[in-house]
């Protein structure tokens, strides 16, 4: 596997970029930048430049050594996480035996307590919290031309948007839900399977594409993987925060802890997580500021979510589809802003902002009434994770 320790800085690191300029300047990251005490200086950036070229060598030690072909990876990918998530060690790889010693070893840092609090404010959110995750995290993520090039390397735009979206919205759900992230459960076993997943499709881009380390860096590299990170994290938060919900200081930072663990899961490297808000804003501008502008292949991914809708399974009437493709359309331009949207050659919805008005009221009743009564603030958790669940069955499961 072509996959060298080199610490040379691929060309697309620039700190001039103005890829994010009107997102930060005016838009959806006005809000954030604000809360910082001072902008951060761009230089900072390049201590984290030489994690373009690295990534996580324990999943690709396994695929290497249990992975053959790419017609057999689906029997593969099961004979392995079967291995993996066996707490018995008999008959498996020194690879195996490798990754399974660091996803059992427990962080010193880990607060059980933490980690349920966690995973209440994503359940909590509900139908909201798809929404943001849909219409701000992955829409802004186009705005990068590089994040994206291993989704075009791997034929992701002939794949469809509806199939990228369903397997995320599965892993978010399941890795958000409370207790779900112990050894063998199902968010502790997607983890595992997207980490095995990133690994064989690094090995798939380098082995069988014209891919350009020199230029691109490593595919599905650290840096990359903390951008994603901090879309679930930061961006989620704050998306959340534009419709309605109010979240204490002690809520926002188990939000980071309950994803800092699932990172390290992924096997992001721990050091580089941010854990707490500042550090995750921070981070996040770093990332943006050094990214080459949206091309013709993001902004293709971009047009692919818009049209999404269109072929969901759910709801089945024409007029339907077309109306939740509007209000997405609407979300797009309150969380990114009308500037960014038109860099991604998204139209415009004005009318269905009215939608967001909607929404904003009935989180802030919410927010209200569960702040006031801990029996309402359960069920409200409750009701949340059921509703993203019911999305998840309705809308991409045929």
């Not at 396994?62 to 017609?71: D, G, N, S």
């Not at 059992?104 to 994503?122: D, E, R, S, T, Y």
């Not at 892993?171 to 050894?183: P, R, S």
Request: proline residues 4%; charged residues 15%.
């Amino acid at each position: 596997m072509h996959q060298k320790n080199n610490t040379n800085i691929p060309s697309r690191f620039q700190t001039s970029s103005n890829a994010f300029y009107d997102f930060w300047k005016s838009e959806g990251g006005f809000s954030l930048l604000k809360q910082l005490p001072n902008t951060p200086d761009i230089n900072l950036a390049k201590q984290f430049a030489p994690l373009l070229m690295q990534c996580d060598k324990l999943a690709d030690n396994v695929v290497e050594a249990h992975f053959l072909y790419p017609k057999t990876f689906a029997v593969d990918l099961e004979k392995t996480l079967s291995l993996i998530c066996n707490s018995n060690d008999t008959n498996c790889s020194s690879s195996i035996i490798e990754l399974k010693k660091q996803l059992k070893n427990i962080p010193n840092w880990l607060n059980p307590q933490q980690l349920q609090l966690g995973a209440q404010v994503c359940n909590i959110s509900g139908k909201s919290g798809l929404i943001v995750l849909r219409n701000y995290s992955l829409m802004t993520g186009y705005m990068s031309a590089a994040i994206n090039k291993p989704l075009v390397a791997t034929g992701a735009l002939k794949k469809g948007a509806s199939k990228r979206l369903a397997e995320t919205t599965e892993f978010w759900v399941a890795v958000t839900k409370q207790n779900n992230l112990n050894f063998n459960e199902f968010g502790f076993y997607q983890c595992v399977k997207t980490r095995l997943i990133h690994a064989f499709s690094r090995k798939m881009i380098l082995n069988h594409t014209d891919w350009n380390i020199n230029e691109q860096g490593l595919p599905l590299n650290h840096w990359d993987m903390l951008a994603t990170y901090l879309g679930f994290s930061v961006v989620f938060l704050e998306g959340l925060i534009k419709l309605g919900f109010n979240f204490t200081e002690e809520e926002k930072n188990a939000t980071y802890h309950l994803w800092r663990y699932i990172g390290y899961l992924l096997g992001i490297p721990d050091q580089i997580l941010p854990q707490n808000h500042l550090q995750a804003i921070e981070a996040l501008y770093l990332w943006t500021n050094t990214q080459p502008q949206a091309d013709n292949d993001t902004i293709m991914l971009a047009k692919a979510l818009y049209l999404e809708p269109i072929l969901a399974n759910f709801p089945k009437p024409m007029l339907g589809k077309k109306f939740i493709q509007q209000v997405n359309l609407a979300f797009n331009h309150y969380f990114i802003g009308p500037k960014s949207c038109n860099i991604l050659q998204l139209p415009n919805a004005e009318w269905f902002h009215k939608s967001i008005i909607i929404v904003k009221y009935i989180n802030k009743l919410d927010l209200f009434l569960a702040n006031n009564s801990s029996f309402y603030k359960q069920k409200l958790i409750s009701k949340g994770h059921k509703e993203q669940q019911i999305i998840l069955e309705q809308a991409f499961r045929k």
